[in-house]
């Protein structure tokens, strides 16, 4: 047993926790991975010298950390080891917006919202969208290199990180990057943290690239009585512009969400989607109207197109909530997979037949613009054949995703959920060279040991 | 001495080039590097397994391998190694373009123009920009995350580099990435190679991400009488909007431009700045119009305001003649170092004082909006002390580009030409972290020994 003293006396009062009842909140992360261990300790670091002592402090007797944000990532990246430390960056909150450069300095554990607030008040604004971005910290945000709605037109994080500093696996703190769009000197160590899920360093800031406010957008709502036709009105839609968001429902969350908000949803539809340009001025009207020809060409139900801005965030907040109103029919396995725009029909017709084979219900929502599905395997933990049949059309659906040519994970990241597909997607070639950059930065594996590799 | 026999075995017939002629022509790049070896040959591969066989067969034989495009690069990157293979991609030039998913798989010896070009045919465009793109490679411009005009609104390769093939230093050809706008499976691995300089690998494909054709641009020219107004008024438009192109020129520049073009340039004037908007329909007017404002308010000369594309074009075209043009006077060094955008002011005038305290000719020109600029030096290689004045004049700018928080290569890579600062930028402990990432790829140190470390 590790002695804890020394690492208490390291930091601030307070930031270790050790008494049993509030280590449990901290084992596992949304993905509630039955696996997770019971951490040694949880330390709660204030700045990035707590986090560096703690490293340090870890690595010198071999002990795991596990990073942690907010703790709500799907993929278990934030599971907690038995005899580890969780590391907690929840109460390092600070934000400095540079209207300048527009650039924000953000420590890891402000939320998405938080941060996208901070630039609004600056007339700012901070792209990336996950649906949870009211409860996902910036730094988590970082690790996984997240999402969102908005990608299809303003790309994912790693398009936003400029800077950062990290604490590497020998408690160094180190600077990369900066505010700077064009920098060229030396390797791109900043790309290379972001997306590493906290098995490389652990981010205690980061300097992200800020936009103008987001013009006003249009929306365009489309239903169809069959999955081809939603799919070929997606290919049509971004084939003629580039929407701002370009979201899908089936039948399973029109409904599901329908029992919950009483939009008038037409519960008959097999697909949804829900389209918005943000083209400045009379143009976004305009996108709008090309979007919703493309959409009866390509034989949609209904369509409907609203300017209103509170109407078009209606529809916007219906697909959000999509995930935890079909989470009232059962608990989730949540899929992440993607593909290859062209690919999507057969993605999503093969996702289907999985369901049928396997006698599971599984609702697809995606962020449709860019190839990213999340189908939502209901399943029925008390029924351990429900339960094994839904793990399996779980990772059929991501057998499939690679036969696509497309990825087990969009925006979540692997964790450990995933990582046993992992090795499917990226090859061995791959792999081994995933793991010599392990190795090379983290020698005693103590970083998030279990997620990735 | 190495025997190149089965090395030419293992190649298509004429893929190896020995006699010292040929070799003369691959030894250095456009920094012209006086201390460039001679190699043992060059490898004009013709697909990856040409590239792959040539890195097995020298890594096998500890033979360095320098790794070379259009050989267009400022900073001797592509600097030939006494007893090394220059490996060549000039002949790997095929291009398929995908409209449905925007995206287009490219070998690494096509020039970014061709690249441009291609992606016209269906409407698309692929925005990085160099001045260089008539001549620099797709490859060379990945290896250095190239940058150029449209960076201001548009960022830079990284941006556009979804996926590559690349072939790592044992020889082994890897596939990293795809035609996936979101994918979170893994390491970054393809943006850790983007910005290199062959250092980790060589790149033999890249899948770039494109984007429908840039709107037609409205262009503002304005005149200044001084550098400060000048930089105020870059602030003012920048803080205002998004130019999709916002550059800078000083006098010195003007003039030579102005001696080679006869355009009607106001010789008297301290700076100009040439900035476009391509915001869509009459937005673009409109910005223009506030970037008339901002330039006026800011001390302008005079201000100009052109609808015209052609004419754009030509005060465009202006700007990328003016390295040509100020190096009519003299021999140059080209300097690329870059700051956050408050600080420019200070860069300018202190380049001027460094001018004036070594007494050499240094041309300022910049990609004012994202804060790159490009000194040039003038010199004059028969004066031993007016080059060594210019070499120190080249460094203290270096200095002062740290100084001020910025980069001493904003877009053109640090080759072997600025390897001397690097440590300054970066530090002893990201330099460690270089080392160590570079030893993982690359335990022999093969490929392109001496550039960035």
């Known amino acids: 047993m590790v002695d804890l003293h020394d690492l208490i006396e390291l930091l601030p009062s307070g930031a270790v926790l050790t008494d049993p009842d509030s280590l449990v909140g901290y084992r596992q992360d949304w993905a509630r991975d039955p696996d997770a261990g019971t951490p040694l300790a949880v330390v709660r670091a204030t700045c990035t010298a707590d986090v560096s002592a703690t490293v340090r402090w870890a690595e010198q007797r071999r002990v ?129 943290f972001v997306g590493s899920e906290g098995t490389l360093g652990v981010i205690t800031e980061l300097t992200l690239r800020l936009l ?48 919950e908000l009483r939009m008038g949803l037409d519960r008959s539809a097999a697909a949804l989607l829900v389209a918005r340009s943000d083209a400045p001025g009379a143009h976004a009207a305009r996108e709008a109207e090309i979007m919703v020809a493309a959409c009866e060409k390509a034989g949609a139900t209904e369509v409907f197109h609203t300017e209103d801005p509170a109407e078009g965030e209606a529809f916007t907040a219906a697909r959000r909530f999509a995930i935890p109103a079909v989470e ?38 995606a962020h449709a613009g860019d190839g990213n599905t999340h189908p939502l395997i209901v399943h029925d933990p008390a029924d351990a054949d429900n339960t094994a049949r839904a793990h399996r059309a779980f990772g059929e659906i991501m057998d499939l995703a690679i036969e696509l040519g497309g990825t087990i994970t969009g925006e979540h990241g692997v964790g450990r959920l995933k990582k046993a597909w992992l090795p499917d997607q990226l090859g061995p070639d791959v792999m081994a060279l995933t793991r010599r950059i392990k190795d090379a930065l983290d020698p005693h594996g103590i970083l998030n040991p279990g997620s990735i590799l």
Chains 1, 2 share one sequence.
């Open 328 to 365: 009232r029919i059962g608990p989730l396995l949540l899929e992440d997979v993607g593909v290859p725009l062209p690919r999507l029909g057969e993605l999503v017709t093969g996702i289907a037949a999985i369901a049928e084979r396997n006698r599971v219900l599984i609702s697809v929502i």
């Open 64 to 192: 795991p950390v596990v990073p942690r944000g907010a703790g709500s990532g799907l993929s278990g990246g934030a599971t907690a080891v038995d005899g580890g430390i969780v590391l907690s960056t929840e109460r390092m909150r600070d934000i400095v917006v540079d209207p300048v450069t527009r650039t924000a300095v953000v420590q890891p554990g402000l939320l998405n919202a938080e941060v996208k607030r901070a630039a609004a008040e600056h007339g700012l604004w901070y792209p990336p969208d996950p649906s949870s971005f009211e409860m996902c910290s910036i730094g988590g945000n970082a690790a996984t290199n997240a999402g969102g709605l908005c990608c299809v037109k303003y790309g994912v994080t790693t398009d936003y990180v400029l800077g950062m500093e990290v604490v590497l696996a020998d408690g160094t703190a180190v600077r990369i990057g900066g505010p700077r769009l064009k920098d060229s000197a030396g390797l791109s160590l900043t790309k290379l």
């Open 212 to 259: 103008p406010a987001q013009p006003r957008q249009s929306t365009v709502v489309a239903t169809f009585a069959d999955l081809t036709a939603a799919t070929a009105a997606i290919l049509a839609v971004t084939g003629a512009l580039r929407p701002s968001m370009l979201e899908f429902m089936d039948g399973v969350a029109i409904n599901a969400v329908e029992d």
